[in-house]
């Protein structure tokens, strides 16, 4: 064991013997996230490094205080990348944040989510002990895949030390359409484009400058993705300029979202096929369909919740200027609530990890 992970370790020993909470930090992009943040600080920014990496295996495993953007530069060196286009929020962004937030971009509806790349990794539970699940394979699971598991865990079930990852050559073709069309109109195109052969990658919906605009980023091979953009016309748009739009929409640099003032920003996971919702404003959708943003005033927040929920799905108060905020996250089902802590208490039994940081009770 090499010295920044036994000092980890024994600070995690420690807590639990003393019952004293401790809050997991990497490079702090994300520290907006969650409930709460509580406990004395725990950084594990000595944990860097790319420890291995396979191009011809399309496989990384990098420790967890690496910089994101370093895995990044790395892959891209290689003309591979992480498909799901983790968003940083930040400079700092690292590795184990990327996995502990569960974040992923505009791709996400197409190509995945951040738990479908985790091949494995190590941790360090909330007794002190180094864990270690999956490994640098697709086929090596024989169980519960608890590797994935977490992913969007918010580090309340570990603090994750290292971790492999699936990782894809870039597109060889790509391409961004512009279409000025009404958000109800746009939403019936993306589920008709849906059931099509085409190489849809991303889409982003939104009143660019007071136009309701859809944009629709097709990748794949050349001649599929010239033949798609040939079927659904629309403005082609520079690539130069559209891989900067579609960035600034991962990392919300985007007009929309800086016009939110002081207003609340709530995240809405709802199925693609869902129609209009019922919100104060018009949102800003992603995922086809799938993921949909909307800025609201304190007082409109059940009006959002209750939109989502009617629309099969649940959202969550992701940015608020407010710090006594509370009930961010939908509280999940009385089944999954148990699961949720018959798992705390196998990984943490003490409950001193990022305490309250994933729903209020844990």
Same mark, same amino acid.
């Given at each position: ?41 725990? !950084? ?14 399309? !496989? ?129 195109? /993306? ?26 980023? /097709? ?76 800025? !609201? ?66």
């Amino acid at each position: 064991m090499d010295a920044p992970l036994a000092r980890i370790t024994d600070r995690i020993r420690a807590a639990a013997a003393a019952g004293t909470p401790l809050r997991i930090r990497g490079g702090g992009s994300k520290d907006f996230l969650g409930e709460r943040l509580e406990g004395e600080l725990l !950084v594990t920014t000595e944990l860097a490094g790319i420890v291995s990496y396979e191009p011809s295996e399309l !496989v990384v495993t990098a420790r967890a205080g690496t910089p994101l953007a370093q895995l990044e530069q790395a892959l891209a060196e290689q003309g591979q990348c992480l498909p799901f286009e983790p968003p940083h929020f930040g400079p700092d962004a690292t590795v184990g944040g990327m996995v502990a937030a569960g974040l992923s971009g505009p791709a996400r509806a197409s190509v995945g989510a951040v738990r479908d790349y985790v091949l494995g990794l190590q941790l360090v539970n909330g007794r002190g002990e180094e864990l270690v699940f999956g490994g640098q394979v697709m086929k090596n699971v024989a169980g519960y895949d608890v590797s994935r598991l977490m992913a969007g865990a918010m580090g309340t079930l570990g603090l994750i030390t290292e971790v492999s990852l699936k990782v894809l050559p870039l597109a060889p073709a790509e391409a961004t359409l512009r279409f000025e069309l009404p958000q109800a109109e746009a939403l019936r195109r /993306l589920n008709a484009w849906g059931g099509q052969p085409l190489p849809l990658n991303a889409s982003c919906w939104v009143e660019d400058a007071g136009v309701p605009t859809l944009f629709l980023r /097709l990748r794949g091979a050349a001649a599929a993705v010239e033949s798609a953009c040939r079927a659904l016309g629309g403005e082609r748009m520079d690539n130069a300029q559209a891989a900067g739009d579609w960035e600034a929409c991962r990392e919300q640099r985007l007009p929309w979202f800086a016009e939110a003032g002081g207003r609340d920003l709530w995240r809405l996971s709802v199925p693609q096929t869902a129609p209009v919702l019922d919100l104060p404003e018009a949102p800003l959708v992603e995922w086809h369909g799938g993921q949909r943003w909307v800025r !609201v005033a304190p007082q409109d927040g059940a009006r959002v919740r209750e939109a989502a929920v009617r629309a099969g799905g649940h959202a969550t108060l992701f940015r608020t200027p407010r710090a006594d905020a509370t009930g961010r996250t939908t509280p999940p089902a009385p089944a999954l609530a148990a699961i949720h802590e018959r798992l705390k208490q196998q990984f943490d039994p003490a409950g001193i990890l990022n305490r309250g940081r994933l729903l209020p009770q844990t």
